[in-house]
């Protein structure tokens, strides 16, 4: 069975226009109030991600995955190495980073999630140079889902294609100002899959 959720963004200015939206779905592929996301497999096609400073806005340039806690280019568990000692998880309380994806511009593979007991797949494709992975680390007992039970840290995850986050003040990332006479358009598809 295949689902799948097309998202299309197109704009148009008048005036020079910051520009950067997305979708902030949560998921959870073994199903609502199940529990949390920790044991889903995850992938990311991104060789590098934004470090960021205590605000969670990017501090410097894109620094490499490679042996770091960010490395999900191989399906890893979520929670695999989430409470690994390491600065930038200790900031996030968690994963609140952007990755910088590998291909951008046309629509192509960014990430995957699995969870092996239910079989859900969900394939995330893009336009997009930027994916934003959260891991529900500010979910708490106050948040009641509609099945009655709390969305507790980690009950969901997001995966939110879209441009560097502090574009506008970084000259080294890509722009997100959207300038008269230019057409703004984004896709990012998001697919269910059961195996």
């Not at 005036?15 to 998921?27: E, G, I």
């Not at 394939?123 to 992975?133: A, C, R, S």
């Not at 294609?161 to 722009?175: E, L, T, V, W």
């Amino acid at each position: 069975m295949r689902n799948r959720l097309s998202i299309s963004y197109r704009a148009e200015t008048d005036a020079p226009t910051v520009l950067n939206l997305t979708n902030h779905t949560y998921w959870n592929l073994a199903g609502e109030g199940s529990g949390d996301v920790l044991d889903h497999l995850l992938t990311i096609r991104a060789g590098s991600f934004l470090p960021v400073d205590d605000t969670l806005i990017p501090a410097g340039p894109p620094a490499p995955v490679g042996g770091t806690p960010f490395d999900f280019r191989e399906p890893t568990p979520i929670g695999a190495r989430i409470d690994t000692p390491d600065a930038q998880l200790s900031i996030a309380h968690g994963y609140d980073h952007n990755w910088v994806l590998d291909e951008a511009g046309s629509l192509t593979f960014a990430a995957r999630a699995h969870h092996l007991g239910s079989g859900r797949i969900l394939t995330v494709q893009t336009t997009e140079p930027g994916l934003q992975f959260y891991s529900g680390n500010f979910l708490s007992d106050a948040l009641i889902g509609t099945s009655g039970h709390p969305y507790r840290r980690g009950a969901g995850f997001a995966l939110e294609a879209q441009g560097f986050p502090d574009s506008p003040n970084r000259q080294d990332f890509p722009s997100t100002v959207l300038r008269p006479g230019q057409t703004y358009r984004q896709e990012t598809v998001y697919e269910l899959t059961v195996l």
